[in-house]
């Protein structure tokens, strides 16, 4: 009985000893991604992304965003359901419009000797 209500006690107050300032909510990360992200809102029925590659592996696929990240492009990795061939697609960029898609494709193709191309996503 004295097992049970100790283990009851540290329960109870692990409960109140939790923080309850919600101050840390407000926190923004600052990233240079901020000026990639042109106003994408709840309201957009799509956006852009640039696909710089698809790889076979999830390993392959990371260890080309390491090296991109490394060049200071913050690149990403989506799975892809539809082909089975190449499950993961390398990407970068989340764009509002196509225009600024395309202001971003020229540079990534110099930087990076891939055979870059635009698409659009559907949410």
Request: charged share 25%; aromatic share 14%; glycine share 0%.
């Amino acid at each position: 009985m004295l097992n049970k209500l100790i283990i009851f006690i540290i329960l109870i107050s692990s409960l109140f000893s939790q923080n309850k300032e919600s101050s840390w909510l407000e926190i923004k990360l600052n990233s240079s991604s901020d000026s990639v992200s042109k106003n994408i809102t709840a309201h957009d029925s799509s956006y852009f992304t640039i696909q710089i590659a698809a790889k076979k592996s999830f390993s392959e696929a990371y260890e080309m965003v390491q090296e991109l990240n490394n060049q200071k492009i913050e690149a990403y990795i989506q799975k892809n359901e539809n082909d089975f061939q190449f499950n993961y697609r390398v990407r970068f960029g989340y764009f509002s419009n196509r225009n600024n898609a395309e202001r971003f494709l020229i540079n990534l193709k110099e930087l990076t000797n891939c055979e870059c191309w635009i698409d659009r996503i559907e949410l």
